[in-house]
């Protein structure tokens, strides 16, 4: 199995048209053969896991979160926006450095 996963921008966007994005970037993989690793988010685009009270940066957590998850994949599927989006951008830059296959959308 090649496991792939998916970067997209969230914050301030409309939350239709995320799961529109992401429905494209899973029928894309799926129809490639990849099986795509789960998310770090619920349906609702909520975090499934919080960082307790001892973290005293949140956001740097999650994208701790994000590239233990990312190791465990060969594949990263970039929506679009990814480009203006710092978690996606730091997705793209260590998928770069090790060599994972980048597929979605150039910027």
Not at 14 to 33: H, I
Request: glycine share 6%.
């Amino acid at each position: 199995m090649t496991y792939a996963v998916i970067s997209q921008p969230m914050r301030g966007i409309e939350p239709d048209r995320v799961r529109t994005a992401r429905q494209t970037a899973e029928a894309e993989l799926t129809a490639a053969g990849y099986d795509i690793l789960p998310d770090a988010y619920d349906t609702t685009f909520q975090y499934t896991d919080e960082p307790d009270e001892t973290i005293t940066n949140p956001a740097l957590w999650h994208m701790g979160k994000a590239l233990m998850r990312l190791s465990h994949a060969e594949v990263i599927y970039m929506c679009p926006g990814w480009s203006k989006a710092r978690g996606c951008r730091i997705e793209h830059s260590a998928a770069i450095e090790f060599g994972l296959t980048i597929l979605g959308y150039e910027e």
